[in-house]
């Protein structure tokens, strides 16, 4: 699903070779640096930065691996993504699985006046409370928020700053594949994706990773309007590769208001929606 030399390769062409005292030159044909540039830059031979590039180098040491890093002008989270691919003919990681702990539902359906959501690292929403079901308007069990983005041309409007939603999706699962190259799952939504959406094929090719982390989402909810959420997200103890999402409003916003009245309005079809656990739903 994705490779250090593929890797390499995409952020080697994105490097802008003034930015590393390499003179302009009107000849220049190739865009971003040159392998031997490359080499040079990272104290490494020509021939084994060109045979990492092809997948036949031995496994890179960390010293090479952060020197390149520096050359490429990785941040943080690419760098940590390199270290990875590197890796991983060394030590696969085992794709979890499993349902969520009851304990987790019940604190789900603690969380009252925001949509809250139990996602793993393929993007499948594992669980959600009773508002997180109303903000997306279907059953919990069976989202997965990469399909929803992507495939569903429906909801495209739901998403009311779609185009960074699909590359903070692409960016993410590019980091999951670097994680678990093995699981068959993610391999499988991913080539789901690529036959399904032109936009998904060009953004996987440029091999961007983005940590999924805090900020603004907004939604166009066809019942309450737009709604402005700031999402946190919450590592899960003992639970790798899931985390908790909480969609908060500003008090006194007209966001929180949208919230309260949405709530209202599913309380007319269903008093008691307690958490659902979609991993439950498919046993």
Known sequence: MDDLAGFLRTRRSRVDPASVGIPADSRRRVQGLRREEVAHLSGVSVDYYVRLEQGRATQP???????????LGLDRTERGHLHRLARTRRRRAKAPGGRVRPELL????????????????????????????????????????????????AERGFYAQWETC??????????????????????????????????????????DVRARTHGRKAYRHPLVGLLELHQENFALPDEPSRELLVLSAAPASPTQDGLRLLASLGADSDDTHPAVDAQVRRA
């Open 106 to 153: 019940r604190v789900l359906d603690l969380i009252a006046d925001a949509p809250a959501l139990i996602m793993d690292h393929r993007l499948d929403v594992l669980a959600g409370n009773r508002l997180a079901g109303l903000l997306f308007g279907r059953p919990i069990p069976g989202l997965n928020t990469a399909r929803h983005i992507f495939l569903e041309e």
């Open 166 to 207: 699909t590359l903070d999706v692409v960016g993410h699962l590019r980091l999951a594949a670097g994680k678990h190259p093995e699981d068959p799952r993610l391999a499988s939504l991913i080539g789901e994706l690529a036959m399904g959406s032109e936009r998904f094929r060009h953004l996987w090719a440029r091999a």
């Open 61 to 71: 040491s960390e010293q090479i691996l952060d020197a390149l890093a520096r050359v």
